[in-house]
Nanobody
Framework: QVQLVESGGGLVQAGGSLRLSCAAS????????MAWYRRVPGMEREWVAQ???????KYADSVKGRFTISRDNAVSTVYLQMNSLKPEDSAFYYC???????????????WGQGTQVTVSS
């Protein structure tokens, strides 16, 4: 079994910062790319940022320069530092990770349960 658990969401004023964490646990052999997505009710899920195991990073244009993704492979955790937050950043944030479980030779995508971020104007 593999589990991803996000934390760090909450309510913040525009211009403020939040740091999200997503920790993977379970029978994990290896973790590939880890990513953050967000969803606003009634809208499609939006990709936010991703980081490979080797540290290659990509961002959506909407968050570039304000958000920073990082990961700590030793504790199987990905982070999203969100600065200069805007009301339009309000959404449910999810993490996704490509994980190879112990005893297998292929990767599957796993999702966390999400955490709410609300930015007030």
């Amino acid at each position: 079994q593999v589990q991803l658990v996000e934390s760090g969401g909450g309510l913040v004023q525009a211009g403020g910062s939040l740091r999200l964490s997503c920790a993977a646990s379970g029978s994990i052999l290896s973790i590939g790319t880890m990513a953050w997505y967000r969803r606003v009710p009634g809208m499609e899920r939006e990709w936010v940022a991703q980081i490979t195991r080797g540290g290659m990073i990509k961002y959506a244009d909407s968050v570039k320069g304000r958000f920073t993704i990082s990961r700590d492979n030793a504790v199987s955790t990905v982070y999203l530092q969100m600065n200069s937050l805007k009301p339009e950043d309000s959404a449910f944030y999810y993490c996704d990770a490509e994980i190879c479980q112990t005893g297998r030779d292929y990767f599957l995508s796993y999702w966390g349960q999400g955490t709410q971020v609300t930015v007030s104007s």
